[in-house]
């Protein structure tokens, strides 16, 4: 059975800091992409970064220079980094694995990804 399992969110205060991390279980992730995705109320799941199997990153530009994702194949798990974090970051945020081996075009689409995790919430008071 495949699994993703997030943890790392809470309650911080502008500024600070959080680490998530995605855990992956039931087979290898090392050859595919791993993307964090973010769902605020009332409003659509977002893509925030993803991480090539090679290690190649993007970014949405609403955290561009703030949020740093990184893996660890090894422990088959992802990690976002969140630094300067504003109150705009509130959400529960999800990890995801990529369909494909090759990072597709369309990396900032929810359809591209065949699995996900139950997500963590992340809040951050002003």
């Known amino acids: 059975q495949v699994q993703l399992v997030e943890s790392g969110g809470g309650l911080v205060q502008a500024g600070d800091s959080l680490r998530l991390s995605c855990a992956a279980s039931?087979?290898?992730?090392?050859?595919?992409?791993m993307g964090w995705f973010r769902q605020a109320p009332g409003n659509e799941r977002e893509f925030v970064a993803v991480?090539?199997?090679?290690?190649?990153?993007f970014y949405a530009d609403s955290v561009k220079g703030r949020f740093t994702i990184s893996r660890d194949n090894a422990k088959n798990t992802v990690y976002l980094q969140m630094n300067s974090l504003k109150p705009d970051d509130t959400a529960l945020y999800y990890c995801?694995?990529?369909?494909?081996?090759?990072?597709?075009?369309?990396?900032?689409?929810?359809?591209?990804?065949?699995?996900w995790g139950q997500g963590t919430q992340v809040t951050v008071s002003s």
């Open positions: 991480i090539s199997r090679l290690g190649t990153t």
């Open positions: 995801a694995a990529d369909r494909n081996s090759i990072l597709g075009a369309r990396y900032y689409s929810v359809d591209e990804y065949a699995y």
């Open positions: 039931g087979r290898t992730f090392s050859n595919v992409a």
